[in-house]
Nanobody, 124 residues
Framework: QVQLVESGGGLVQAGGSLRLSCAIS????????MGWFRQAPGKEREFVAA????????TYADSVKGRFTISRDNAKNTVYLHMNSLKPEDTAVYSC?????????????????WGQGTQVTVSS
């Protein structure tokens, strides 16, 4: 059974940085494309970033482009989300997701497995 566990969330001031990690277990990590999504209170879950199985291709939501970077280390079975220049509107629960196959998608139903999420709070 595939399991995803996020870590690295917390409270940070506006303009600060955080790095989220998502460790996957239970299957060959390199067989999965990975994505990060977030959900703020009272809002729908939204796409943040995604990366192909090899790490050679990435995509980002317009709201985070230039500030966030997604990366992966297949040797460590881990995907990361580096978040810089954080804004209060980035406050949300961030979840990682995995889908079997080489390429990513930006919509939630494309993903097979989900982590529990980690809270990110950005104060103004």
């Amino acid at each position: 059974q595939v399991q995803l566990v996020e870590s690295g969330g917390g409270l940070v001031q506006a303009g600060g940085s955080l790095r989220l990690s998502c460790a996957i277990s239970g299957h060959t990590f390199s067989s999965y494309a990975m994505g990060w999504f977030r959900q703020a209170p009272g809002k729908e879950r939204e796409f943040v970033a995604a990366i192909s199985w090899s790490g050679g291709s990435t995509t980002y939501a317009d709201s985070v482009k230039g500030r966030f970077t997604i990366s992966r280390d297949n040797a460590k079975n881990t995907v990361y989300l580096h978040m810089n220049s954080l804004k209060p509107e980035d406050t949300a629960v961030y979840s990682c997701a995995a889908r079997g196959g080489t390429y990513y998608y930006t919509y939630t139903r494309a993903y097979d497995y989900w982590g529990q999420g980690t809270q990110v709070t950005v104060s103004s």
